[in-house]
């Protein structure tokens, strides 16, 4: 069976926006909702929807995740917990995809959807069940998304007194990782919250 292709933006139109996110999850103390560590970009949405995305060699990466309430695959062992037909995530995939989705199993998470990006197209395996993606709540995916879960994130900042500025949500974004305090205290003021934390949250995707 021949793989699927998709339309998504690629892993360097991802960083920023996904950076952006983790400077403003860090700087109010939730800096395990998204994070970069050693080469793997994580989010989720701390009600059981996560997403990873593994950096691997070559320019490519694998995109995997979960949607606790509406990923209808069920890959490997979750097929029979859950007494469901399997979905073949890694059906007529290359073999790089699959560390990543091992190293998921083998810490207790079930995977709902297994893309692969080869340096140039993101790819998944045939199926036409909803894998959860859709719903996950991935940051970055699109500018106006990114802008909206920005701005319910930071309202309730101490001292501000309005939405944040859309040329400085922009701007945190546009520094592709490469993120100052400054950048950040545009966003969300200049009181209460840890604009250094989330610099620093930031740059971690550039080191990534």
Request: aromatic share 12%; charged share 20%.
């Amino acid at each position: 069976m021949s793989l699927r292709t998709l339309d998504l933006p690629t892993p360097a139109a991802l960083r920023g926006r996904w950076a952006a996110f983790a400077a403003i999850c860090a700087a109010r103390g939730w800096a395990d909702s998204c994070h970069a560590d050693d080469g793997v970009w994580h989010f989720d949405d701390g009600g059981g929807n996560w997403a990873d995305l593994h950096l691997v060699e070559d320019g490519r990466a694998v995109l995997i995740g979960h949607d606790h309430e509406y990923s209808e695959t069920y890959f490997a062992e979750a097929a029979a917990y859950f007494g469901e037909p399997e979905t073949d995530l890694l059906a007529g995939a290359p073999d790089w995809w699959a560390p990543p989705v091992r190293a998921a199993g083998a810490q207790g998470n079930w995977v709902g959807f297994v893309y692969g990006f080869d340096g140039a197209t993101w790819w998944r395996a045939p199926y036409e069940v909803e894998d959860g993606f859709a719903s996950v709540g991935l940051v970055g995916l699109d500018d106006g998304r990114f802008r909206e879960q920005v701005t319910e994130f930071v309202q309730d900042a101490p001292g501000l007194t309005g939405p944040p500025d859309p040329a400085a949500v922009d701007a945190l974004a546009a520094a592709d990782g490469d993120v100052t305090p400054a950048l950040v205290r545009a966003v969300i003021g200049p009181h209460g919250w840890d604009a250094e934390a989330a610099a620093g949250a930031a740059r971690r995707f550039r080191a990534s």
